[in-house]
């Protein structure tokens, strides 16, 4: 019992983390049509924006905060640089920038930085033993953090004008223009608010995996993967199937055989397709 | 697609390579950017002509270097016949991976693509076949080389130009035919190519299962050339690399295939000892040739050409 | 009596709650220049892409000279001898005139071995010469469809599913982005077509041109069918008339 909780529980904490990179990416690609193989990297740059602040003697939490507007300002220059030029271009060009773009991010982190990774002290050391399992407090936080941030997310979309306008963009093309909003700023904003939950991601995670220039790589790998499992368009279904994929990656490899941990995600994708192409939470709008 | 007199020019050019270049090590870039030329034709097939962007490839890539390089260390089989075996298995794993996701649209397509070649890439890290992450040591090169006098990575590299030779007329022929066209009208007008006859599942399955085959075959002589490999060689990192390299240097063209295949194989490994500032700059071409030169490097230098012809008096 | 090419039985077809076309029946004889009218939202698309085999039906059957050929998709139905044109012409616009025509000719595959042959036979090549005669497209074999005007581009379609040699003929909205000298010469093609042997079905909102060239027709309104019937007696009928009202 002891172990399963402990099972459960680190598997919770790695599916809240893909959780929200998978939102992100399912926010932009759904409204935006975007695929953001970059976010890994703005996770990354977050990451290393926190560890920076904190090492300056800033608070974890503050450093957190600026690191998601960090992250955010990232955004939407990318969108104003990479993407916007790239309008309706084929998604394959799409795929092609933003992997142009993260290698960027990649070699600039790698310049500034060096290949050795910074470490962050969590905010609040040591852990808690629930039902058996022993969890870390910045664990608590990440599972936390990404709550509070999907229904902040949630709350931003269904009771705000911007929100709106970003979920009538996601519903057809024109949507932002009906709302009164130009589709320019509503592709910069949802970028920008993509990327800084990516950046609240790298910031979570930035105490327990250390910051270093790849450290988004697996992350928006397994994104991807969670974000056609769950369908077009779902962002709650994104968080619904990562911490899906956290659980089972958990158990499979504590279970059956911990090398075969990718592969897990994959094979529920293949089944996926098989029986529901369209995603688990798929449906006909696209942003909901 | 191009004129036959390109052809002419092509052949001249890498057959006189060797006689450029100084050493081992430039007979050795050229020999590896031939590899990559013919897996990125094979790609080409599906990306370029069909329209299907798919990641998978690379990893069939892998399967055929993999075939060769089991059957011929632990069972001892010639390397001649391992090509076949190489080329069927990434043909039936071509074919199942197109059943499966080739009813899916555009972007979920590519990602699903990319799924398979990380399923295949994780069986490569963990069957005890293929020797798990240590990979496959002592693969010989084939004995036919032995045939040319003195320096193997020469004889290597002329083994290697007949062999693209050889999938270079292959693919001219397919593309040219009715294979190629039934492809060409489904990327332009899916649902013109439709009334029109065309059978769109069956041709993109073909599509699927020839970049396969091809890709398994530049896979084959990938094993031999290096001696060595293991499951990066089924990395889904290849299968972006040869998308990209068709994108920025060029589909459907002989030209651009060699124009990516030099992007993407050749300068990394020149631009090797700044790892740093190769990522930068490898990024930034990516963004700058998708934005200004959306047709690839190769169509955007065939422009100028032209250009510059018409300035002539 | 001539044969029965076409005939449509109870054809429904919902999207999700959406109920666009219900029990719609009719027959279409060889020879026949069959037209199918309606106002707005009839439902005329989607029971034509039905018929076409774009989408498949929900419910209902469609038969092709008296084979079941509902569930079949255009490329099978195109190798049966029923091709189709869309509303907005649809041509390769890479490819000029003759090489669109040549790439229809491509279309079909008669064999596995057909699927490797870089020429077309003889007969392909003097059927692409023939429709280029009967567009009147010859002088213009060279052109792209970016230099062509809206006739000749909807010509141009039509010539693109005449070379595989159809004996039906689905004309999606052939009026389409046509002015009214252009409507008339379309409707001298398409009288020359069918008395070459190709049976027209067409579905159009121009009364004008589907009253003046159909010898049948099949009124339908939100998804129902009306009424059926020689163009003059469907001018006298009432429902009919109640449909169009307001509508012109």
Redesign the interface.
């Known amino acids: 019992m002891h172990d399963f909780a402990q099972i459960l529980a680190n598997g919770l904490m790695a599916g809240a983390v893909y959780g929200l990179v998978a939102v992100s990416l399912a926010l932009v690609?759904g409204v935006l049509?975007i695929?953001q193989f970059a976010f890994g990297a703005h996770a990354m740059i977050a990451a290393y924006a926190l560890a920076y602040l904190t090492a300056n003697e800033f608070s974890y939490v503050t450093a957190l905060v600026l690191s998601m507007l960090v992250g955010m300002g990232l955004g939407a220059i990318v969108q104003y640089l990479?993407f916007e030029?790239?309008r309706d271009?084929p998604?394959?060009?799409l795929?092609?920038?933003a992997?142009?773009?993260?290698?960027?991010?990649?070699?600039?982190a790698?310049?500034v930085f060096g290949p050795n990774p910074m470490v962050v002290e969590p905010p609040i050391a040591g852990a808690v033993e629930i039902m058996g399992a022993r969890v870390t407090y910045q664990r608590l936080i990440i599972i936390a953090g990404v709550f509070v941030a999907v229904v902040g997310l949630n709350l931003f979309l269904t009771k705000t004008r911007l929100g709106s306008a970003i979920r009538a963009a996601g519903q057809n093309p024109f949507g932002a223009l009906v709302v009164g909003v130009s589709p320019r700023k509503i592709a910069m904003l949802t970028m920008a608010v993509g990327s800084g939950l990516a950046a609240l991601a790298g910031g979570l995670l930035a105490p327990i995996s250390q910051v270093y220039p790849t450290m988004g790589d697996f992350l928006v790998?397994k994104a991807?993967?969670i974000?056609?499992m769950a369908g077009?368009g779902s962002i709650n279904g994104a968080l619904i199937a990562g911490l899906f994929v956290g659980i089972t990656e958990s158990f499979g490899s504590a279970y059956f055989?911990p090398?075969?941990r990718?592969?897990y995600s994959?094979?529920f994708?293949?089944a996926v397709?098989?029986f529901k192409?369209s995603g688990v939470f798929g449906k006909a709008g696209r942003v909901g | 697609m191009e004129r036959k007199s390109l052809w002419v020019w092509l052949i001249v050019f890498f057959a006189l390579v060797p006689l450029f270049s100084g050493s081992d090590y430039h007979l050795q870039l050229a020999t590896q950017l031939l590899i990559f030329v013919i897996l990125f034709i094979g790609v080409d097939i599906a990306?370029g002509h069909a329209g299907l962007?798919s990641v998978a490839h690379g990893a069939l890539f892998g399967v055929g270097a993999y075939a060769t390089a089991i059957l011929t260390v632990d069972h001892g089989l010639n390397f001649w016949l391992s090509i076949p075996v190489g080329i069927a298995l990434a043909a039936i794993f071509g074919l199942l991976i197109g059943i499966?996701?080739l009813?899916?649209a555009?972007?979920?397509f590519?990602?699903?693509t990319?799924?398979?070649a990380?399923?295949i890439h994780?069986?490569a890290?963990?069957l005890p076949i293929t020797h798990g992450e240590l990979g496959i040591t002592n693969i010989s090169k084939p004995g036919v080389l032995g045939l040319f006098s003195g320096n193997q990575a020469l004889s290597f590299y002329f083994l290697m130009a007949i062999a693209t030779l050889v999938v270079v007329v292959v693919y001219f022929?397919?593309m040219?035919?009715?294979?190629g066209?039934?492809l060409r009208?489904i990327r332009?007008?899916p649902?013109?190519?439709?009334?029109?006859?065309?059978?769109?599942s069956t041709a993109k399955l073909?599509a699927f299962v020839a970049s396969a085959s091809i890709a398994a075959f530049a896979g084959s002589f990938h094993a031999v050339f290096l001696t060595y490999i293991n499951p990066a060689v089924t990395g889904y990192e290849l299968g972006?690399t040869a998308?990209?390299a068709l994108?920025?240097g060029g589909r459907t063209t002989l030209g651009g295939i060699i124009v990516g295949a030099f992007i993407f194989a050749i300068l990394p490994e020149m631009l090797r000892d700044a790892?740093?500032?190769?990522?930068?700059?490898?990024?930034?071409?990516?963004?700058v040739v998708?934005?200004r030169a959306?047709a690839g490097i190769y169509g955007k230098l065939v422009d100028w050409a032209g250009l510059i012809r018409k300035r002539r008096p | 009596m001539s044969e029965v090419l076409l005939k449509v039985d109870g054809l429904s077809k919902s999207f999700g709650g959406l109920r666009a076309v219900s029990e719609v029946s009719f027959s279409v004889r060889e020879g026949d220049i069959y037209g199918v009218i309606g106002p707005n939202g009839a439902g005329k698309s989607t029971l034509f892409n039905a018929i076409?085999g774009?989408i498949r039906p929900s419910a209902g059957q469609v038969y092709y000279r008296g084979s079941d050929v509902s569930t079949l998709?255009?490329?099978k139905k195109?190798?049966l001898g029923i091709?189709?044109?869309?509303q907005s012409s649809?041509?390769?616009?890479?490819h000029t005139v003759q090489e669109n025509l040549q790439?229809?000719a491509?279309?079909?595959?008669s064999s596995a071995m057909?699927?490797?042959?870089?020429q077309l036979t003889r007969d392909e090549t003097r059927q692409v010469e023939s429709v280029l005669e009967m567009t009147g497209l010859t002088e213009l074999r060279d052109r792209y469809p970016a230099d062509l005007n809206n006739l000749e581009l909807k010509k141009l379609s039509i010539g693109?599913?005449l070379v595989?040699q159809p004996k039906l003929l689905l004309l999606d909205e052939p009026s389409g982005g046509l002015i009214e000298s252009e409507v008339g010469l379309l409707k001298a093609f398409l009288q020359g077509l069918n008395r070459n042997g190709v049976t027209l079905v067409l579905i159009d909102h121009k009364m004008s041109l589907v009253m003046s060239i159909c010898n049948e027709i099949t009124v339908i309104a939100a998804g129902k069918y009306v009424a059926s019937g020689k163009p003059e007696s469907l001018l006298n009928n009432s429902l009919v008339r109640e449909v169009y009202l307001g509508h012109n």
Request: charge should be positive; glycine fraction near 6%.
């Open positions: 690609f049509e695929p990479v030029p790239l271009k998604h394959a060009t795929f092609i920038a992997f142009g773009l993260l290698l960027i991010l990649q070699g600039l790698l310049l790998l991807f993967i974000v056609v077009m055989s090398h075969m990718d592969a994959i094979i994708l293949i397709l098989i192409p | 990306v962007v499966l996701t009813k899916l555009g972007h979920y590519v990602i699903a990319m799924a398979f990380l399923l994780t069986a890290k963990n022929w397919l040219r035919s009715a294979f066209r039934r009208a332009d007008n649902l013109l190519a439709d009334a029109l006859g065309i059978d769109i073909l972006f998308l990209m994108i920025i790892e740093q500032y190769r990522l930068v700059i490898m990024g930034a071409i990516l963004i998708v934005q959306p | 076409a774009v998709n255009a490329f195109c190798r091709g189709r044109t869309f649809q041509s390769f616009s890479h790439a229809a491509y279309g079909p595959a057909s699927w490797f042959r870089s693109m599913a595989n």
